[in-house]
């Protein structure tokens, strides 16, 4: 197998909202595509991280039993603080729900996170250490 992935599936309880969301609130790109059913987004570069179950849940402050947590948080790395922050209203003014607000981190950096209309959970994040995934596209 080769070191990518390459696309995430989100399960939606309602398509036109959740596009509206993702294409109109958070502005990603939708492939322009007619299909039945489906939207796609096209974006750049993806990484794929592995940690404990019960951990994540901890960091993004929900139960790891039950509704409140699914076992994964997709996650948007930015380049500086203030981009966590900018993000994270973004997502709100279009209909998220803040999970955890931004705030300096365990391991060095700053994040939050935030619920999408289906619940599904987005870290944002700035990391001091390293930069995660492409840069400025």
């Known amino acids: 197998m080769k070191p990518r992935i390459s696309m995430l599936t989100l399960g939606v309880g309602d398509l ?33 991280a592995l940690y404990p179950w019960t ?21 948007h790395n930015v380049s500086t603080r203030e981009e966590v922050d900018q993000v994270l209203e973004q997502a709100l003014n279009a209909g998220a729900r803040l999970v955890k607000p931004a705030q300096d981190a365990f391991w060095g950096g700053y994040s939050g996170y935030f619920a999408d209309p289906d619940g599904h959970l987005w870290e944002v994040a700035w990391n001091p250490f390293m930069a995660i995934g492409p840069q400025d596209v």
């Open 55 to 75: 951990a994540l849940a901890e960091d993004a402050t929900v139960p790891a039993e039950g509704s409140g947590f699914r076992g994964c948080a997709l996650a």
């Open 16 to 48: 036109d909202r959740a596009t509206r969301f993702y294409e109109q609130g958070l502005g990603l790109p939708r492939y322009p595509m007619e299909a039945a059913g489906v939207a796609f987004f096209a974006l750049h570069g993806t990484w794929l």
